[in-house]
């Protein structure tokens, strides 16, 4: 077996991995059903009680006039591009060079909508306003990922994103958020959800991240954005004849985390520094702004993945599934915390990370 599989298996087997919520299995659904009845009526193709009452209830939470549910945030996302980039008459989009319709959608945007992009800055740090304010080309939208997922959840101060904002109303560009992880940013930026989102002419965010859901994302706008998006909805396909056990998840789901996010948030912190302690490691951000961060490691990859798997068999705390490569001479991985952590007896974190570091001493033979 090699190390990279062992890794995945001790992780799977771990009395108390850290990071998320619980194993997603069926179970997730089970439970977000617990208290249903089964004279409740289901959502037809995008009609009903049950969806058109997550919407607006969405709506209202984020601050926005109307809300449509969709499958995936995939989907939500080139739409609402699309939909900004008709309205403007140019087919030009701005976001940053690791924005999940960059890396990791197989270029939908471009090949469905030959929608062209501009990469906001350099791949290893968050987009500033003088970014926006250098942009050369004409375009429809800006997009902006709060937190920025791929560089650890990092995230600007408030006063820049009032600042990008109020440039992109001057200029008649609009502003779109990536907010995948929307409710997990509140507590560090001390807003509202719809505070942060009346910066934004259009928002998604998602239901099965930070929420924990099976699947689905809200898109939210005003009523003529929505209904634009509403029929690109169909055209995708997205219009299901039901998506109730999404809505019924991602809405059981929201009930019941929204509140922890504050505790999710310190937990991060608390972990961090913790991981910081460790023998050539480094968390990026230093400081989480979020539930989550990345771990750098700045030794060869084998030999991180042989003191993790260590760790993680002889304390069964579970610290991550895998390690990538970040680049010549650091490895990484993301952590994320959810329910998780405040199960764990913190004595056996203690342990845990002392260990981490010894053996990651002893596995540095530089
Ligand atoms: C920042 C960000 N945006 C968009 C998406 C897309 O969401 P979905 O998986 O619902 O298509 C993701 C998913 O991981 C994401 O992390």
Redesign the pocket.
């Known amino acids: 077996m090699t190390g990279k599989i062992r890794l995945f298996e001790s992780f799977q087997q771990a009395t108390y991995p850290l990071g998320g919520h619980a194993k997603r299995n069926v179970q997730v659904l089970l439970d977000a059903l617990e208290k249903i009845e089964g004279s409740v009526e289901g959502d037809t193709y995008g009609n009903g009680k049950l969806i058109e009452d997550f919407q607006s209830k969405i709506a209202e939470y984020l601050g926005k006039e109307t809300a449509i549910f969709f499958p995936?945030?995939?989907?939500a996302?080139q739409i609402a591009l699309r939909v900004w980039s008709d309205r403007k008459g140019i087919k030009r989009v701005a976001y940053h060079p690791l924005a999940?319709l960059e890396i990791?959608e197989e270029d939908g945007l471009k090949e469905l909508h030959q929608i062209e992009t501009v990469l906001l800055c350099a791949k290893n740090r968050i987009v500033r306003l003088e970014d926006v304010l250098n942009i050369q080309e004409e375009v429809a939208c800006i997009l902006l990922?709060l937190p920025q997922?791929e560089i650890g959840g990092q995230l600007p101060a408030y006063e820049e994103l009032v600042a990008i904002s109020a440039h992109c109303r001057e200029k008649g560009i609009k502003l779109h958020l990536?907010g995948?992880?929307l409710m997990e940013i509140l507590p560090y930026y001390q807003k509202s959800a719809a505070e942060v989102c009346q910066l934004f002419d259009s928002v998604?965010m998602?239901f099965?991240?930070g929420v924990g859901g099976i699947?689905?994302?809200i898109l939210a706008g005003d009523g003529d954005f929505t209904k634009e998006a509403r029929v690109w909805k169909h055209r995708y396909g997205g219009e299901l004849i039901s998506l109730y056990p999404y809505i019924i998840s991602a809405d059981h789901y929201f009930e019941q985390r929204r509140s922890k996010m504050g505790q999710y948030y310190e937990q991060a912190q608390e972990l961090a520094a913790l991981y910081n302690r460790c023998h050539r490691v480094k968390t990026v951000p230093e400081v989480p702004v979020s539930n989550m961060f990345h771990v750098h490691v700045e030794l060869p990859i084998e030999q991180v993945e042989a003191a993790l798997l260590s760790v993680q068999q002889d304390t069964g705390i579970g610290l991550t599934p895998y390690v990538k490569q970040y680049d010549q001479t650091i490895c990484y991985y993301e952590v994320g915390i959810g329910d998780r952590y405040a199960q764990v007896p913190k004595a056996e974190i203690e342990k845990a990370f002392q260990l981490l570091d010894q053996r990651l001493r002893e596995n540095d033979l530089s």
Do not use: I, P
């Open positions: 995936s945030g995939t989907m996302q999940h990791h990922e997922r990536d995948a992880r998604y998602s099965y991240k699947a689905g994302a």
